[in-house]
């Protein structure tokens, strides 16, 4: 087990509406990544926050927000929710130094829209 | 943007027998590559990475190779055993940057 928790495990939503996705990164750690897996894809980065702060973004429209808490907990938030956005999402924490990061996933939340 | 082919998409093999998958990638910059795998219903857990400054790398039944000239890098399982069934995905990424770049992924069967 990494340590790293997410929440919800899945749910279902219809498109137009909006959804916010919850990680808990592993102990110590204070940058957190957020990745959207498609059926047979590997994994396709979102953003990273560090240290509170949006520090990098992949090829995703702004209605992909968001948040690092100060405990290092996360949130992802989707609006107007689109067909195509049904994935698997993960968030990966882990320790920024001045070398490379390992990055820890956790299980991911499946977002289901209709 | 940093670009990574992972080949092949499926690969089955006899319990015992060796496995290779094989990536490439584009950017010259990228100098750190983890090996994912990703059983069902599972994230993806790291199970070997490797640094540029490194050619070769081992954990017991797996190792990992990087010719850095030729922008590829391979996963070697050897005596593989049917608990080593799953999605394997390599990744790349730049020194001082977090985002990694994956390959689309190869599902191993190991048959008994």
């Known amino acids: 087990e990494t340590g790293v928790t997410q929440s919800p495990t899945h749910l279902i939503k219809t498109r137009g509406q909006q959804v916010t996705l919850r990680c808990s990164s592993q102990s110590g750690h204070n940058t957190v990544s957020w990745y959207q897996q498609a059926l047979g894809q590997g994994p396709q980065f979102i953003f990273q926050y560090y240290r509170e702060e949006e520090n990098g973004r992949g090829n995703f429209p702004p209605r992909f927000s968001g948040l690092q808490f100060p405990n290092y907990s996360s949130e992802l938030n989707v609006n107007a929710l689109e067909l195509d956005d049904s994935a698997l999402y993960h968030c990966?924490?882990?320790?920024?130094?001045?070398?490379?990061?390992?990055?820890?996933f956790g299980p991911g939340t499946r977002l289901l829209v209709l | 943007g940093e670009n990574v082919e992972q080949h092949p998409s499926t690969l089955s093999v006899q319990e015992g027998d060796s496995a290779v998958i094989k990536c490439t990638y584009s950017?010259?910059?990228?100098?750190?590559f983890p090996w994912y795998k990703q059983e069902l219903g599972k994230g993806p857990q790291l199970i070997i990475d490797?640094?540029?400054?490194?050619g070769e790398k081992k954990d017991q039944r797996i190792a990992v190779t990087l010719n850095k000239t030729a922008k590829h890098f391979s996963l070697h399982i050897t005596e593989t055993q049917p608990e080593d069934s799953a999605v394997y995905f390599c990744?790349?990424?730049?020194?001082?940057?977090?985002?990694?770049?994956f390959g689309k992924g190869t599902m191993l069967l190991v048959s008994p």
């Open positions: 490797i640094r540029s400054n490194v």
């Open positions: 990744a790349a990424s730049r020194s001082g940057y977090s985002t990694l770049t």
């Open positions: 950017d010259s910059a990228s100098n750190y």
């Open positions: 990966a924490s882990s320790f920024r130094t001045s070398g490379q990061e390992t990055q820890y």
